[in-house]
């Protein structure tokens, strides 16, 4: 079972050993079945980590990773002529991971019907290694942090997120998020002013 | 620089994306300024509890398990545009190939019946009469049940006697004998 205490950042997907991105995404867009598997391989944890942290919950992270790459799948052709082929695999995962997000604040919000299933359902979803006091520190914090993401508009959400969560650069985030640098700054300025005065009542920032 | 200049910096400053010069200025502000010194250490705690953040991390055999999924909603199940290609030229001369042969079959079936069904007509004119009277108290039948989609003991029995219906099977039920095609031999 794998440790959950790493922080799982976004990491480039690439060892020496193996094909290329560029060399695989070639292979995908030339209908190489096995690019595409490896594809999968490389970009899944990045795309369950990012939309985990977006919706908060192990079912519709999960949702959002098959889909990802169901449409990305459906829309090869289009690779050709996308300048980073990260970027334009992160937005439609950023795309349909916000359309999930409205989705769920419209009928009240997964995250609270789950929050509500017992401590042992939770871990059956998903398994986490951690101590006791850990977990509870963890728990609080991540609940707490959530809380006040879920105050941010989601475009807010998702910069704060890809940026200050993911460790992405500025034009890496204006790249997903099809939109300006300034854009980035803007939205993150926004955010992290809100989330340091809800954050600072609650856990004494 | 003023406290306005040094909030505007925060960001970037939090990010390490200044100049070393600026960088220097807005460092020698916050040591001077109590209240710009607390601004920016809240804010570089947020940012601090938002990189420390974690993920729970699913089961290992989670990421072949979704790898499978993903496998069998793609490539399985839709082939790759040049293997596609490759199937639907296969298909379309495959198809052709079993029209002609059941058009043919349908069309000897058919001459067969007819000789065969005008040859006994010639040799036995009473077991004509019979049909008629069979084909009114069935159709009696059918009207009164008009919402029966299965067959009856009569048909079942008529079909396994050698009546040949012609129809898609779906049909067959409902109107087969309604619509007087069925052939006795």
């Known amino acids: 079972m794998a440790d959950s205490a790493s922080v799982n950042r ?7 050993d193996e094909r290329s991105i560029p060399e695989l995404v070639e292979g995908f867009v030339n209908d190489d079945a096995s690019a595409f598997t490896e594809l999968v391989k490389r970009f899944q944890r990045n795309i369950y980590y990012l939309a985990y942290r977006i919706l908060g919950n192990h079912l519709d992270a999960d949702e959002v990773v098959q889909e990802t790459f169901v449409r990305i799948y459906r829309r090869r052709k289009e690779i050709e002529n996308v300048a980073s082929f990260t970027s334009f695999l992160m937005r439609i995962a950023t795309n349909f991971a916000i359309d999930l997000l409205r989705k769920r604040k419209g009928h009240g919000g997964l995250n609270e019907e789950l929050d509500s299933l017992s401590g042992e359902t939770q871990t059956e979803l998903s398994r986490r290694v951690r101590t006791p006091s ?6 609080v914090t991540m609940q707490e942090i959530r809380k006040a993401m879920d105050k941010l508009a989601p475009r807010q959400q998702i910069t704060i997120l890809l940026h200050d969560v993911e460790g992405r650069s500025k034009a890496e985030v204006a790249a997903i998020m099809e939109c300006t640098e300034a854009t980035v700054r803007s939205n993150l300025h926004i955010a992290r002013a809100k989330l340091k005065q809800i954050l600072t009542k609650r856990l004494s920032v | 620089m003023t406290c306005r200049d040094t909030l505007s910096l925060l960001d970037d400053f939090i990010d390490d994306e200044l100049s070393p010069q600026q960088a220097a200025q807005v460092r020698d502000h916050l040591a001077a300024c109590e209240e ?9 705690r947020v940012k601090s509890l938002l990189g420390q953040s974690s993920v729970p991390e699913p089961p290992e055999e989670y990421w072949s398990e979704v790898s499978a999924i993903i496998q069998a909603r793609t490539v399985d199940s839709v082939p790759l545009i040049r293997e596609r290609v490759a199937e639907e030229k296969s298909g379309s001369a495959q198809m052709l190939m079993r029209s002609a042969v059941v058009f043919a ?3 000897v079936l058919l001459v ?5 069904s005008h040859k006994r007509g010639d040799q036995s004119q009473s077991a ?3 049909a008629p009277v069979y084909m009114s108290s069935h159709l009696t039948e059918q009207m009164n049940h008009p919402l029966s989609d299965y067959l009856s003991k009569q048909d079942q029995d008529r079909i396994a006697g050698g009546t040949l219906v012609i129809g898609a099977p779906s049909m067959v039920g409902r109107y087969s004998s309604l619509a007087g095609i069925s052939l006795t031999y």
Do not use: F, V
């Not at chain 1, 850990?134 to 728990?139: F, I, N, P, T």
């Not at chain 2, 710009?36 to 570089?44: L, P, Q, S, T």
């Not at chain 2, 067969?112 to 065969?116: A, K, V």
């Open chain 2, 105 to 107: 079959a349908s069309a």
């Open chain 1, 10 to 16: 976004w990491t480039p997907p690439h060892r020496n």
């Open chain 2, 36 to 44: 710009c010194r607390a601004e920016y250490g809240a804010m570089a």
């Open chain 2, 112 to 116: 067969t019946t007819l000789l065969i």
């Open chain 1, 134 to 139: 850990e977990m509870l520190d963890d728990k």
């Open chain 2, 128 to 130: 004509n009469r019979q």
